[in-house]
């Protein structure tokens, strides 16, 4: 009784803390909010990009949108060093959602779905190969980032898997991103104007259609290993 009373507060928290960063983002306006953080941040020389790894983390964990901040790295950075404050700041965050998911809803949604043998299968494939998926998500520009580190909370992976394929993973997508701002160039337009246009536009739907797809069919038939796997046992 005590263990679920536990495990309910956990889940309860859990709902409350993803409702509140819900509510704030709804309440705000999170693109303007961050243009004036980067703002704020290329006037700080030397400590700028310390602030900028703890405000990426913070957005990390009340789902605003990470894409403004890794296209402003790009325009305060360039290239390079922006790809790496974001990696730093996006990893770190992720690890933050994860820990407090697993520690959190983990064993309420054991409970709640572990006589199932499709979610007990795949739950195994994650604990297995979960290195394996969470690079290909984190590949795909489609799957989103601040969600997919709760969910991966509520896995077996192990931690340290999870983290490393997170910063590896992210590596690809997020020098695109970081590379796009510096052709803006002006932290202004950052979520006021399109992305890319023209060849690039296309360039950009192309690499993000591409990847996903190629995703999409690993993990499938990763989840189909492990089904056929694990249900004839349970059977």
């Given at each position: 009784?005590?263990?679920?009373?536990?495990?309910?507060?956990?889940?309860?928290?859990?709902?409350?803390?993803?409702?509140?960063?819900?509510?704030?983002?709804?309440?705000?306006?999170?693109?303007?909010?961050?243009?004036?953080s980067?703002?704020?941040?290329?006037?700080?020389?030397?400590?700028?990009?310390?602030?900028?790894?703890?405000?990426?983390?913070?957005?990390?964990?009340?789902?605003?949108?990470?894409f403004?901040?890794?296209?402003?790295?790009?325009?305060?950075?360039?290239?390079?060093?922006?790809?790496?404050?974001?990696?730093?700041?996006?990893?770190?965050?992720?690890?933050?959602?994860?820990?407090?998911?697993?520690?959190l809803?983990?064993r309420?949604?054991?409970?709640?779905?572990?006589?199932?043998?499709?979610?007990?299968?795949?739950?195994?494939?994650?604990?297995?190969?979960?290195?394996?998926?969470?690079?290909?998500?984190?590949?795909?520009?489609?799957?989103?980032?601040?969600?997919?580190?709760?969910?991966?909370?509520?896995?077996?992976?192990?931690?340290?898997?999870?983290?490393?394929?997170?910063?590896?993973?992210?590596?690809?997508?997020?020098?695109?991103?970081?590379?796009?701002?510096?052709?803006?160039?002006?932290?202004?337009?950052?979520?006021?104007?399109?992305?890319?246009?023209?060849?690039?536009?296309?360039?950009?739907?192309?690499?993000?259609?591409?990847t996903?797809?190629?995703?999409?069919?690993?993990?499938?038939?990763?989840?189909?290993?492990?089904?056929?796997?694990?249900?004839?046992?349970?059977?």
């Amino acid at each position: 009784m005590a263990s679920f009373k536990r495990n309910t507060l956990r889940a309860f928290l859990l709902l409350v803390v993803i409702s509140l960063a819900v509510y704030l983002v709804r309440i705000t306006d999170p693109r303007h909010l961050l243009r004036v953080s980067l703002v704020r941040i290329s006037d700080l020389g030397p400590w700028g990009p310390f602030w900028f790894v703890i405000i990426y983390i913070v957005a990390c964990l009340t789902f605003f949108p990470g894409f403004i901040l890794t296209m402003g790295a790009g325009i305060l950075w360039g290239v390079l060093e922006g790809t790496l404050y974001v990696s730093i700041g996006a990893t770190i965050g992720a690890a933050c959602a994860f820990l407090i998911s697993r520690y959190l809803a983990r064993r309420w949604v054991l409970k709640k779905f572990a006589r199932n043998p499709n979610f007990r299968a795949i739950d195994d494939a994650v604990e297995s190969e979960g290195w394996k998926i969470v690079g290909l998500i984190r590949l795909s520009p489609v799957f989103p980032f601040i969600p997919m580190n709760f969910v991966f909370g509520l896995t077996k992976i192990p931690f340290w898997q999870f983290f490393f394929a997170t910063w590896i993973g992210i590596l690809p997508v997020v020098t695109l991103f970081a590379y796009l701002g510096r052709l803006l160039g002006d932290i202004a337009a950052l979520g006021t104007q399109p992305i890319a246009e023209g060849k690039t536009k296309w360039l950009v739907s192309g690499i993000g259609i591409g990847t996903t797809v190629v995703v999409s069919l690993f993990i499938a038939r990763i989840a189909r290993r492990a089904l056929a796997s694990r249900i004839p046992d349970e059977e």
